[in-house]
């Protein structure tokens, strides 16, 4: 689990292509004691360090990751967001990420406002679910908020500090962005989903049922 508050930002020394999944070579400037196994968010994609040495550590990404991530198009010396896993006891300063990606979106527009950046993106249609004005989304895993959204597109603001300190000064007309929706608001879509499914009807609904399911 994360919080979409990004640590640093790491170079990609070298890629390792193995059939269709690629190994990853990261520097890891700013990351002190790194342990073998231990998860860690790449551009929002959780991964498990499986190698760590002096200046890098290597992560390893399946066919199906790269498939539905970023990932695929990096190249060394890109550079990528990094947050390790959140501990029991850290501020919760973000959101809820999970580190699993649900979408890529792409950069539609990008208009200096003062001395931020609002950034326009397109998603498709299906995710538009969960998509809301000024909740929450992990774009390339950094925790951020919606200012306004439509059907198919978000966004959001981007202070000085973010912008300076993560990949997104680097965003073009036509990045592709790691998406992550928030993960509450997927559980509650499925549960009313799972809710119309069933065989309830009004004609079902009674004391007995409002007051088994909380409502009395």
Request: glycine share 8%; aromatic share 10%.
């Given at each position: 689990?994360?919080?979409?508050?990004?640590?640093?930002?790491?170079?990609?020394?070298?890629?390792?292509?193995?059939?269709?999944?690629?190994?990853?070579?990261?520097?890891?400037?700013?990351?002190?004691?790194?342990?073998?196994?231990?998860?860690?968010?790449?551009?929002?994609?959780?991964?498990?360090?499986?190698?760590?040495?002096?200046?890098?550590?290597?992560?390893?990404?399946?066919?199906?990751?790269?498939?539905?991530?970023?990932?695929?198009?990096?190249?060394?010396?890109?550079?990528?967001?990094?947050?390790?896993?959140?501990?029991?006891?850290?501020?919760l300063g973000g959101h809820i990420v999970t580190g699993h990606i649900d979408c890529l979106s792409y950069v539609?527009?990008?208009?200096?406002v003062g001395e931020s950046y609002r950034y326009t993106l397109s998603f498709p249609k299906e995710f538009s679910?969960?998509?809301?004005?000024?909740?929450?989304?992990?774009?390339?895993?950094?925790?951020?908020?919606?200012?306004?959204?439509?059907?198919?597109?978000?966004?959001?603001?981007?202070?000085?500090?973010?912008?300076?300190?993560?990949?997104?000064?680097?965003?073009?007309?036509?990045?592709?962005?790691?998406?992550?929706?928030?993960?509450?608001?997927?559980?509650?879509?499925?549960?009313?989903?799972?809710?119309?499914?069933?065989?309830?009807?009004?004609?079902?609904?009674?004391?007995?049922?409002?007051?088994?399911?909380?409502?009395?």
């Amino acid at each position: 689990m994360f919080t979409g508050l990004i640590q640093t930002k790491a170079k990609v020394l070298d890629i390792h292509k193995e059939r269709e999944d690629k190994r990853f070579v990261l520097e890891c400037k700013g990351l002190k004691d790194l342990q073998l196994g231990e998860s860690i968010a790449i551009n929002g994609v959780c991964l498990s360090v499986e190698d760590v040495g002096s200046n890098y550590f290597k992560v390893f990404a399946s066919k199906e990751t790269l498939s539905k991530t970023n990932l695929d198009f990096l190249r060394p010396m890109d550079e990528v967001n990094v947050e390790r896993a959140l501990r029991v006891g850290d501020r919760l300063g973000g959101h809820i990420v999970t580190g699993h990606i649900d979408c890529l979106s792409y950069v539609k527009d990008i208009t200096k406002v003062g001395e931020s950046y609002r950034y326009t993106l397109s998603f498709p249609k299906e995710f538009s679910l969960f998509v809301v004005e000024k909740g929450s989304i992990a774009l390339d895993g950094i925790s951020l908020t919606i200012n306004r959204c439509g059907d198919d597109f978000l966004e959001v603001n981007i202070i000085p500090l973010t912008y300076k300190e993560t990949t997104i000064s680097s965003w073009k007309i036509g990045t592709l962005v790691n998406t992550e929706f928030d993960i509450i608001g997927k559980y509650v879509a499925k549960a009313i989903e799972n809710y119309n499914r069933s065989k309830t009807s009004k004609k079902d609904i009674s004391f007995d049922f409002l007051k088994k399911h909380g409502f009395i």
